[in-house]
């Protein structure tokens, strides 16, 4: 490319990103979460818009939802009185397959974050290798302290509007924070009692109606694949690697697990009511404690603080105050600011690999660059879950069990891929290694190819 030709390029490529941006943040003001989840992608694939300006098209078209639907969710709780709560489902693109992703219970939820939400998806699913669009759901229904009847009675009332836009070959939600296999089963069996049909419109099941095992591993799991390849390829090992984790549910038992299948050492616990700290590392009955706790008693993470007389706990902490060699963060979105990354930086983390969506904001993000960090982002380091989501609806087609480690290689397999396509897209771009921009360029041109295929942009 000429020197004036590629000086055009460049030119046209910020303004299609200025504009892009621009019509986002003015039809959409107050939508903070997808704004910066949007200007984290469109922003950081200019290397590609400058090199191939048939994509520059696709930006505005690629920001918009396919549909978006929200709806009024009323149940009754124990006491007989009405509740009402409000229900979302942004199905935003399917240029590649039917919208897959998660639903969120919780009172946060908006319509910002499930765009958010989706927006990410679109890109994760498509680094996946497998045929899924993108699309997020949920409602600010908050499920802790409900019995099971009122969490039964909501998840009724939620599926009965929600089945009416889903399908097995159209959208396919899972779970998400506030949703697990309790959930899942209830709006099951609501849909299945509605259009009479079993199908596998959900993913996420119960093992013996449908579900894939290591569905409820798979994100901590395949964010520590992803995490021992990048270390690797760094000429480093896992094994004896200090770890802080955030979060306490799903994610972060798994990614502790995993983490000591590999002889790494991870070191804290979280939830919103502060961080432990176990100096020398959690043992394996220490996790089941963990686990214990939050999936059976439902109760908070201080409560690990009785099993033990090494733990420290800190009331209101987060873990990234503690020296380590990697930071994991798998709690929920913006828990890691610019101050804390600098934390991070300065206690010697050399790599940060997301096991939630979106959980370092874009300043934070700007500090990995500068200090040298090995930053895994969300959209290919917790790709795990919807990878397996994605094996769950192949079993449901095929109407086959997978046994425990065919699922494991598959999707071992699927984060190697991952890996390589960051890599390879990273370099072709002139920057190598860069796993942010090669997951935004690699799964943004596969899906943009497609829109461009089908004409959904000229």
Same mark, same amino acid.
């Given at each position: ?42 922003s ?7 090199k ?22 009323s ?29 969120? #219970? ?51 009332? #939620? ?18 924070i ?39 591993e ?9 995490t ?42 979280s ?24 999936n ?35 709690a ?41 960090m090995?930053?895994l982002?969300?959209k ?13 609806m ?12 065919e ?6 397999g ?7 396509t ?30 461009i ?6």
């Amino acid at each position: 490319m000429s020197g004036s030709s590629q000086s055009n390029n460049e030119a046209l490529a910020d303004k299609a990103i200025a504009e892009c941006l621009e019509q986002v943040k003015q039809r959409d003001p107050n939508q903070s979460e997808f704004f910066q989840a949007a200007e984290e992608v469109i922003s950081s694939i200019r290397p590609v818009l400058v090199k191939h300006p048939k994509y520059l098209k696709v930006l505005k078209a690629v920001c918009e939802p396919e549909r978006v639907i929200q709806f009024r969710v009323s149940w009754m709780d124990d006491k007989g009185q009405m509740q009402h709560n409000r229900g979302f489902r942004v199905q935003f693109n399917s240029a590649i397959g039917p919208y897959k992703g998660g639903l969120r #219970f919780h009172p946060s939820v908006n319509l910002s974050i499930i765009k958010f939400l989706g927006f990410e998806q679109i890109f994760k699913n498509a680094l996946t290798t497998l045929a899924m669009g993108g699309g997020k759901g949920g409602s600010d229904f908050n499920p802790k302290g409900k019995s099971d009847s009122e969490v039964m009675a909501f998840c009724k009332s #939620f599926m009965t509007e929600l089945s009416k836009h889903i399908g097995p070959n159209t959208d396919v939600p899972a779970g998400d924070i506030g949703v697990g296999g309790r959930e899942i089963g209830f709006m099951f069996g609501q849909y299945r009692r509605l259009r009479n049909e079993f199908t596998g419109v959900l993913t996420g099941k119960g093992g013996n109606w449908g579900g894939s095992l290591i569905r409820p591993e798979a994100t901590g799991y395949g964010l520590v694949y992803l995490t021992k390849l990048a270390v690797e390829h760094a000429g480093k090992s896992l094994k004896g690697a200090k770890c802080l984790v955030s979060g306490s549910g799903n994610v972060a038992q798994y990614t502790i697990e995993k983490l000591l299948d590999f002889g790494a050492v991870p070191v804290t616990c979280s939830d919103s009511s502060g961080t432990i700290y176990e100096p020398e590392g959690f043992s394996r009955e220490q996790l089941k404690i963990i686990m214990d706790i939050k999936n059976n008693k439902r109760g908070r993470i201080s409560e690990y603080a009785n099993h033990s007389k090494t733990c420290t706990y800190t009331a209101g902490g987060k873990p990234w105050t503690y020296k380590a060699d990697i930071a994991l963060p798998c709690a929920t979105q913006n828990e890691i600011n610019a101050d804390e990354a600098k934390v991070l930086a300065g206690n010697g983390i050399y790599l940060v690999g997301e096991g939630a969506n979106m959980p370092s904001t874009t300043p934070a993000i700007h500090v990995y660059g500068e200090n040298k960090m090995i930053y895994l982002p969300a959209k290919a380091a917790n790709a795990g879950g919807v990878a397996v989501s994605g094996l769950e609806m192949a079993q449901n087609s095929s109407m086959l069990n997978w046994t425990r480690e065919e699922v494991d290689n598959k999707l071992q397999g699927i984060m190697k891929a991952i890996f390589d396509t960051c890599q390879s897209a990273s370099k072709a771009m002139g920057d190598e290694g860069n796993y942010q921009l090669g997951a935004n360029v690699g799964g943004f041109m596969k899906v943009a190819d497609a829109m461009i295929d089908q004409g959904m942009v000229f």
